[in-house]
């Protein structure tokens, strides 16, 4: 068996070495706005959230609070989605003998109440990077198609319609 940088050769056919899946976020926050029952609550940390110093999800946190002083329109506007990322790799075949790895790239909305953000139906799978070991020092490359749409939303943004409001935004 000949292992070549794009892959290897087994039995005559090219396996490749690393394989990144991209799944477009844009279209699944859209329909978040689109829908009757989630439209509502993409507006839950700007107008239900209860607000006591208490820390019971992220909008109560510094960061947020620092983050809309610095980008005041940004933070004034209730429908402008705040997004956490996460990562980690894992074997699919539960024996690590086996040389292969998946790094799905997960992303959370943070404007949904703490009850329902991490609920299966709101964590986007945006990457899926799949090959013999993790990313390491790499990730940044593999998260070029998420850093490009993630900039495009921030400096140009995207028209959506929102249910709630029946209007464009």
């Known amino acids: 068996m000949e292992e070549t ?36 609550d993409m507006r839950w940390h700007f107008k239900d959230r209860v607000k ?55 992303i959370y909305p943070y404007n949904l109440p703490p009850w329902i953000c991490m609920k299966e139906p709101y964590v986007f799978m945006t990457l899926l990077i799949l090959g013999p070991k993790g990313p390491c020092h790499d990730i940044d490359v593999y998260m070029r198609p998420l850093i490009d749409e993630l900039r495009t939303l921030w400096e140009i943004s995207v028209e959506t319609y929102d249910i709630y409001a029946k209007q464009n935004f």
């Open 5 to 40: 940088r794009k892959g290897s050769k087994k039995k005559g056919k090219r396996v490749p070495w690393k394989v990144l899946r991209y799944f477009p976020l844009t279209p699944r926050l859209q329909r978040l706005f689109m829908s009757s029952k989630t439209a509502i």
């Open 52 to 106: 006591d110093e208490m820390l019971r999800h992220p909008a109560d946190s510094e960061a947020w609070k620092s983050f809309n002083q610095i980008h005041e329109s940004f933070g004034m506007e209730p429908r402008n989605v705040r997004l956490g990322l996460a990562t980690y790799g894992f074997n699919p075949f539960g024996n690590m003998n086996l040389h292969y790895s998946i790094w799905p790239v997960l």
